[in-house]
């Protein structure tokens, strides 16, 4: 216990070190130039990934429609935007804090999965006047057990960590409700169709494994989550409506694309996208293309240039988020300094 402590001491000291160095002259010039050289590579990359696509078939594929940018822009926007409105509650930082938020989802999707939260984690640490005291007593930071929880305005990993996971939670249980609706409107004939039997027995032992995961969080939940339960329920309304809000709107994209193709037809096709995308399937495009085609018939074709341009759209999308944030950033020098923005 005692080697702990020493350990744990060091590594405050560590960070405090850190921190007072970040404040600096030198660490502020240095952290505004890595986040730009972090900007610069994901640029790069994402480049580099749409470099090959035809960009002239892809808007070919897409619609006109003013109705159709709205709600592809809003499917895009939604996860940043909650994700400010649920950090603001506990950090009370301005609009321009934004730029973060674009910058985690273009890492997290560009990058390698929770590089964003990385990301989040040091800058709230360093821009929201977090000190890391080493002869202060290790707070509990991998559950709150008995007690009431970690201050989320003073903790910055219990707020990232618990984010993350009331996140999951409510992916899983809307992923669930996609479910149901699936299997009430003949999803299950559909997947019985176009599924090879060890494949559809894979799906129902991963969503299995999901929910079990699911309800071990939610029994354990003093073990694993660390804020209070009426932030981590704050946080979790605001998921499950993300999570639900940005599937309608990427639905509402197809609707506006093919109307020619019933509206139930799209809503079957949403939900098993979903079921699909949210377990650990191999070739899922593959999968996904297989069902569009049983459900669409002879509109098949349509259907998947339409969803391989809204792909390419995505990355399209990406450059812009990192391009906006840097321009806010730049705009709101603050953002990088050891202050709150």
Do not use: C
């Amino acid at each position: 216990m005692a080697e702990r402590s020493t350990i744990t001491k060091r590594a405050l000291a560590a960070a405090s070190a850190g921190r007072a160095w970040l404040d600096s002259p030198d660490g502020t010039r240095a952290g505004k130039w890595f986040s730009y050289g972090i900007s610069a590579i994901i640029l790069l990359m994402l480049v580099r990934s749409t470099a090959g696509i035809g960009w002239q078939q892809v808007l070919s594929a897409l619609p006109w429609s003013l109705m159709f940018w709205l709600l592809f822009t809003g499917s895009y926007l939604l996860l940043p935007l909650v994700d400010w409105i649920t950090y603001r509650r506990w950090w009370g930082f301005g609009w321009p804090a934004i730029a973060v938020f674009l910058k985690v989802r273009v890492m997290n999707e560009a990058l390698f999965t929770y590089s964003g939260h990385t990301y989040l984690l040091i800058w709230a640490a360093g821009r929201m006047e977090i000190d890391f005291d080493p002869d202060t007593p290790f707070r509990r930071l991998l559950g709150r057990g008995a007690g009431a929880g970690v201050d989320p305005r003073t903790s910055p990993f219990a707020a990232v960590k618990d984010m993350a996971i009331t996140s999951g939670l409510a992916g899983n249980l809307a992923t669930l409700l996609m479910l149901i609706v699936a299997f009430a409107m003949g999803g299950d004939e559909i997947l019985g169709q176009t599924v090879d039997p060890a494949t559809l027995n894979f799906i129902v032992l991963s969503f299995a494994v999901l929910i079990v995961l699911s309800v071990a969080i939610l029994l354990f939940r003093r073990n694993v989550m660390s804020m209070p339960a009426k932030e981590n329920m704050f946080a979790f309304r605001w998921h499950l409506f993300r999570v639900l809000a940005a599937h309608a709107l990427i639905v509402g994209t197809w609707i506006v694309a093919l109307p020619e193709i019933a509206i139930s037809t799209w809503i079957l096709l949403g939900a098993l996208r979903m079921v699909i995308g949210r377990l650990p399937l191999p070739n899922k495009e593959l999968l996904f293309a297989a069902i569009a085609v049983g459900l669409t018939g002879d509109a098949s074709v349509e259907v998947a240039a339409l969803m391989a341009a809204q792909g390419a759209l995505h990355l399209l999308f990406h450059g812009i988020a990192l391009v906006a944030a840097a321009a806010i950033e730049a705009r709101h020098p603050e953002m990088l300094a050891g202050r709150k923005g």
